[in-house]
């Protein structure tokens, strides 16, 4: 749950959505990660998301050791800018923004396969060799980024950018 490349307001969608499922909410940990929201921004080459990955493995070990050792994860005052991206920006954003239409294969596409299989809400099937997208995109960026050949674009913005996969 991430807004950008900030925490946004997680914490308190993270605390809805605990409460809705019975859960306790234990807090919510900021760890910066490399962009790969390819539909609006430009994703990191190589070379700086391993800087980026590197520069989280200190906050990644504390929130292990916190959960491990049972202790709830520290609040964090929320920025004007962080409750505006993670609510009104948000209340636009998704109804009208968080959809499929955009997808498309290029002639690049060699049918493997593999945005059916990386997508985690089976969303995206092949017909006629090509990939087809249905309604339930969640923008995870999965499918573009992971497409060995570069073969699918998000309407023009895409074009030509570095997708970016963690090298791990």
């Known amino acids: 749950m991430t807004c950008g490349e900030n925490i946004g307001n997680a914490g308190k969608y993270l605390k809805k959505f605990c409460d ?7 807090g919510c940990f900021e760890i910066v990660m490399p962009e790969n929201y390819i539909a609006l921004f430009k994703t990191p080459d190589q070379n700086t998301g391993i800087k980026i990955i590197e520069k989280a493995q200190k906050p990644l070990r ?3 050791r916190m959960i491990k050792e049972g202790k ?3 609040s964090s005052p929320v920025s004007v800018t962080g409750r505006l991206c993670s609510g009104i ?4 954003f998704y109804p ?7 997808f498309y294969a290029t002639d690049a596409c060699i049918s493997c396969g593999k945005c ?6 089976k969303n995206v099937r092949l017909e006629n060799q090509r990939p087809v997208w249905g309604s339930r995109c969640t923008h995870c960026m ?3 980024c992971r497409c060995p050949k570069e073969a ?6 895409s074009r030509g950018l570095p997708r970016y996969t963690c090298p791990k």
């Open 62 to 64: 504390q929130a292990a």
């Open 72 to 74: 709830p994860f520290p």
């Open 96 to 102: 009208f923004m968080v959809h499929a239409k955009k």
């Open 142 to 144: 999965a499918c573009i």
């Open 20 to 26: 809705k499922k019975g859960m306790n909410y234990r």
């Open 116 to 121: 059916v299989k990386v997508c985690p809400m």
């Open 152 to 157: 699918i674009e998000y309407g023009k913005h």
């Open 89 to 92: 920006v948000n209340d636009f």
